[in-house]
């Protein structure tokens, strides 16, 4: 079996010495090219580049480096794109979770050796997204996660930038301060407006594309509860930032998984193909816990069985 391994040494939990065992794991099932990222894209980049015959492409990184890598496995024509995999060397490591893979690398790196050799993959829809800005081009991105707009993207914002300056790596806590510091910022929150139903519009909006949407430490978080890679896009809205609505929803977020309900200023829409997202004013977004410029216009759409992931 030919892979690529993409390594990015500037991944949250990243440490040399895990990452060359878990390298050494792999490369004792499969014929391994190794290259590391070295800035924002690179991953992208790099499995583009690669024409050749690839059976897997594994990420050495977090949910930001997939994300890449799914956009250089899409982004050129490919009779037989490789499967898709992840060793959790991020922060919260979303995919490799979805993926049903341990939470060590070393373990997660035996298992999905184990998975390899069987040659079996499941395939999976992903989103794909364009943003644009008072009407001009803004960006476009493939996803395999979420996309969020507003909070959930300031949130994610400011993340980085207290990364930029050197506190580091990303933790719960640290995305914890973060909420808190941009919940409580103030100021007017652009509102956002949806195709999906005439009229509707909201502060908060996530795209989920699985579920959970996230976690904090082991306990799962459900922004969109019916979310699933066998289906199309989910989404959730809330109605207004403000305190008492925004803990009522976050309690029925966390934990077991629950029934999405249309009340207390928060919506939800199912299985959806294409949306189309407006925004009053110039507003951040995410895609798979990647902050993006601030854009005004989003057109989502849903591309089932798009990539495989091992089973």
């Not at 992208?44 to 492409?57: N, P």
Request: aromatic share 4%; charged share 20%.
């Amino acid at each position: 079996m030919r892979g690529l391994a993409v390594v990015n040494p500037r991944a949250s939990s990243y440490d040399r010495g895990t990452a060359q065992r878990t390298l050494r794991t792999l490369e004792g099932a499969v014929d391994l090219d190794v290259v590391e990222t070295t800035r924002p894209g690179d991953a992208m980049e790099i499995v583009a580049a690669r024409t050749d015959a690839l059976e897997v492409v594994v990420v050495i990184g977090g949910d930001g480096t997939v994300n890449e890598a799914l956009g250089g496995l899409v982004a050129p024509v490919r009779e037989a794109p490789p499967v898709l995999a992840a060793l959790p060397f991020g922060c919260v490591n979303v995919f490799s979770r979805h993926l049903g893979l341990p939470a060590k690398p070393e373990q997660a790196a035996v298992q999905l050796v184990e998975r390899l050799a069987t040659r079996q993959a499941r395939p999976i829809g992903i989103g794909h997204v364009v943003a644009t800005l008072d009407g001009a081009p803004a960006g476009d991105r493939w996803f395999c996660l979420s996309i969020g707009i507003g909070f959930d993207a300031d949130t994610v914002a400011a993340v980085e930038r207290r990364r930029a300056g050197g506190r580091r790596p990303a933790s719960t806590l640290m995305y914890a301060r973060c909420a808190v510091g941009e919940f409580f910022r103030g100021g007017t929150r652009p509102r956002m407006r949806l195709s999906v139903q005439p009229g509707e519009d909201a502060e908060v909006v996530i795209v989920g594309n699985h579920s959970p949407w996230t976690y904090a430490g082991n306990r799962p978080i459900w922004a969109t509860p019916c979310a699933d890679w066998s289906r199309g896009l989910d989404v959730m809205t809330l109605d207004r930032l403000s305190l008492v609505p925004t803990l009522r929803q976050l309690a029925r977020m966390v934990g077991r998984r629950p029934e999405p309900k249309n009340c207390g200023g928060v919506r939800h829409h199912h299985d959806l193909a294409r949306l189309e997202i407006t925004a009053s004013a110039p507003a951040r977004w995410q895609v798979d816990g990647d902050a993006l410029p601030a854009a005004t216009g989003w057109t989502i759409t849903s591309h089932p069985q798009a990539v495989s992931v091992p089973l």
